[in-house]
Every structure is written in C-alpha cells, then in structure tokens.
C-alpha cells in the first residue's frame, strides 16, 4: 500500500501563485483583445466602398462573463495568498478550513462556466453555424482569434489548478474533522 503523505503548506501556496497567474494572464488578454479591420462592402462603378468594423471582447456577453469569472477567481486566489502567509490567527472555531474548502471549489465552479462559455462562443466564431445562418468570423479577425484562443488556454490551466487546490483544501478539511484515515486505509 502507497503511503499518503500531506500536502505541506508552500504546495498550496505554489498551486495558488500559479492558478493566480493563469487566471490574471487569461482575464488581461482577453480583457485587451480587440481588433479593427477595414473591408470592402461593395463597389460603385469603380469605387470601392468601405466599411470598418472591429471585434471586441464586449461584443459577447460569454467573453464578458469570462473576463469577470476568472478576475474574481484571481482575487479570491489573491486573498487566499494573503491569508496563507497572514491569517493564521484568523481561525475561528475551526472555520478557516471550512470556508476556504468552500469558497475553493465556488470558484472553481465560476471559473469552469467561464471558460466554457467562451469556449462555446470561440467555436462559434471559429466555425459558424449555417443552421443560424451565423457567418465564421475567425477568417478575418485572426488576432482576435488568436488572443482569445490563449486566454482560454490560459483560463483552462488555471481550471486544473483550481480542481487540484480544491480537492486538497476539501481533503485537510476532512482530516481535520475527524480522526478516521483517509482514501479506504484501514
């Protein structure tokens, strides 16, 4: 039988700087993701007429829904940070855990919907829908794409990291509450 060692304290504290920084890298460049391009809309004898026309994050409540998810799990991650190498005298009645192992798995919830809400609004974009008659815009808004692909990926890293914080926050709590070995030891 493999021994199950604890989690030491800087390993979390790890997980979270990461998960901090996927999550604040994917909330800035999708929060700065706009492009502008000039096209030809049609033609006048032999002159063309043009339109601009830019593609923003705020044009699509999925990306806007992204951006504030994962710049709220940043902050709570930055909290959480504080409170590691701070809070220790903040444990009231044994609580601290609790709300941590809570508030850890919220947040893991909201940045999941996030991403996945603008993973559905990328592949739409990406592909379109002739069902809707819905055009691909991908084609020619490619930076656009291209950021907005690398804050989900950014986004999608910091998921994982919030599933292995949660999971670990959710196992101290466990450990603390009651004095019965863990994962089926006898």
């Not at 009645?93 to 919220?106: H, S, V």
Request: proline share 3%.
């Amino acid at each position: 039988m493999v021994p199950v060692t604890k989690p030491k304290g800087w390993v979390v504290l790890v997980l979270r700087l990461l998960a901090l920084a996927a999550t604040a890298s994917a909330t800035i460049v999708m929060g700065l993701n706009k492009e502008t391009k000039t096209f030809v809309v049609a033609t006048v004898g032999t002159t063309p007429i043009k339109a601009t026309f830019s593609a923003k994050f705020q044009h699509t409540p999925a990306f806007v829904f992204f951006v504030i998810a994962n710049g709220l799990v940043s902050f709570h991650n930055l909290v959480m940070i504080s409170v590691n190498l701070f809070g220790k005298k903040l444990d009231y009645k044994g609580l601290r855990l609790a709300m941590i192992a809570i508030f850890d798995l919220l947040n893991t919830v909201l940045v999941s919907a996030g991403v996945n809400g603008a993973v559905y609004m990328a592949e739409l974009g990406k592909y379109g829908n002739s069902h809707a008659r819905w055009n691909k815009i991908c084609d020619r808004f490619k930076t656009f794409c291209d950021h907005g692909g690398g804050a989900i990926i950014a986004s999608f890293i910091g998921l994982a990291l919030m599933i292995v914080i949660s999971i670990i926050s959710i196992v101290k709590l466990a450990k603390s509450k009651s004095n019965t070995p863990l994962l089926g030891e006898p």
